[in-house]
C-alpha cells in the first residue's frame, strides 16, 4: 500500500483527528471540539493516508514567510515504527509554502531523534525563548 499525504482539508478525518487529540494525546485531552475545529481552520494541515485510512496527521501554524510552529503530529499506534512519521514530515517540510523560513518550532515530550533527524534541536539561545503556557487550560475549572 502506498502511503499517500494529503492537505487539502475536505479530504483529512478531522473526527478521527479529533479524537485521537481529544482522547489520546498527552498535550491536548479534553480539548473542545469548537476550539480544535477554530485551531485546524487556521492551520496548513497534513493527513497521512495509507490504503483509504488516515494514519498520521501533523499541522503546522505559520505566518509563510519568516516562521512556522510544528503541533499536533501522530501516528495511529498500530502503524507506529513502520517509517510513517517519518515519511509525513518529509513531507511537510517538503511543502512549497513552508520554504525559506527563518525559524521552525517544535515542543514535544517525545521522539526527539525522530525530529533530530529533520534538523531540529534544543534552542541554540533558550534565554532569548519565553512562553505562556497554560498546561491545564481545557480541564474543567481552568
Given at each position: 500500500m502506498r502511503f499517500e499525504i494529503i492537505t487539502e482539508p475536505s479530504r483529512i478525518d478531522?473526527?478521527?483527528v479529533y479524537a485521537f487529540i481529544n482522547g489520546q494525546s498527552y498535550w491536548a485531552q479534553g480539548i473542545p471540539r469548537e476550539l480544535f475545529d477554530r485551531a485546524m481552520a487556521n492551520s496548513l494541515c497534513f493527513g497521512g493516508w495509507l490504503g483509504g485510512e488516515q494514519i498520521a496527521f501533523a499541522r503546522v501554524i505559520s505566518d509563510y514567510a519568516t516562521f512556522a510552529n510544528l503541533v499536533d503530529v501522530y501516528v495511529?499506534?498500530?502503524?507506529r515504527g513502520m517509517g510513517?512519521?517519518?515519511a509525513l514530515l518529509e513531507g511537510v517540510f517538503a511543502h512549497p509554502d513552508l520554504q525559506?523560513?527563518?525559524r521552525f518550532?517544535?515542543?514535544t515530550s517525545d521522539a526527539h531523534?525522530?525530529?533530530?533527524?529533520?534538523g531540529?534541536?534544543?534552542p541554540a539561545r533558550p534565554d532569548t525563548l519565553m512562553e505562556r503556557y497554560h498546561p491545564d487550560i481545557y480541564k474543567a475549572g481552568s
Open positions: 478531522f473526527d478521527r495511529e499506534r498500530e502503524f510513517y512519521a517519518s525559506g523560513l527563518r518550532m517544535l515542543a531523534h525522530l525530529y533530530a533527524k529533520f531540529f534541536h534544543a
